[in-house]
C-alpha cells in the first residue's frame, strides 16, 4: 500500500495547512495530518521528505500516514482535516423498565451483612431477578449517576428555613 498515492497540493492547499500548523486551536489529528500532508506533497510548491523521516519526527507508524494519504486522494482536502464519524452503532440494554427495577432495587433494603448496595450488587442483584441478561457495574453507574442528575435539578434552590 506504501506509495501508492500521491498527494499534490495547490498553493492554496499549502497555505492553509501552514496556518493550521503554525497558530489556532486544532485537535492534535488535525495537527497530525496537516503535518503529513504539508511533508508528503509533490507538487511543485513542496518541500518533500520520505515517509520514513515523518514517521521519526510524529512518532507515529506508516499505515497512519498512509491512510491519511489514502483519504486525501480518495475523499479530498476537507475531509482529511476532520475525524471521520463513527459508523457503529450501539442497541441500548437498559430501557424504562429496566431502569425502573434498578432504581427500586437501588432505594430498597441492601442484602443481609451489608450496610449498603454497592454497583456490583446492584448488578448481580437485576441479573438474578432476570430483568436483565447482563449488566456491568459501569452501566449501573452511569444510569443512577443520570438518575441523581436528574432529581437534582428538580430540587428547589430556595428552600424555606
Not at 32 to 41: C, G, H, I
Not at 92 to 99: N, Y
Not at 134 to 139: D, F, M, T, V, Y
Request: glycine residues 6%; proline residues 3%; aromatic residues 6%.
Amino acid at each position: 500500500m506504501a506509495n501508492v498515492y500521491k498527494v499534490t497540493l495547490t498553493k492554496l492547499e499549502r497555505e492553509e495547512l501552514s496556518k493550521i500548523v503554525k497558530k489556532g486551536k486544532h485537535t492534535s489529528q488535525t495537527y497530525r495530518n496537516a503535518y503529513v500532508l504539508l511533508n508528503t506533497d509533490i507538487g511543485e510548491y513542496s518541500d518533500r521528505i520520505t515517509n520514513e523521516d515523518i514517521k521519526k519526527v510524529l512518532k507515529i507508524g506508516m499505515r497512519p500516514i498512509d491512510r491519511i494519504k489514502k483519504r486525501f486522494v480518495e475523499e479530498g482536502f476537507e475531509a482529511c482535516l476532520v475525524r471521520k464519524p463513527t459508523s457503529r452503532a450501539y442497541e441500548r440494554k437498559i430501557d424504562g423498565e429496566v431502569e425502573a427495577h434498578l432504581i427500586s432495587i437501588s432505594c430498597g433494603e441492601p442484602p443481609k451483612g451489608f450496610a449498603r448496595w454497592s454497583l456490583r450488587l446492584l448488578a448481580d442483584k437485576m441479573v438474578e431477578l432476570n430483568y436483565i441478561e447482563n449488566i456491568s457495574r459501569e452501566s449501573v453507574r452511569t444510569l443512577l449517576k443520570k438518575r441523581v442528575k436528574t432529581l437534582e435539578g428538580k430540587r428547589s434552590v430556595d428552600t424555606p428555613g
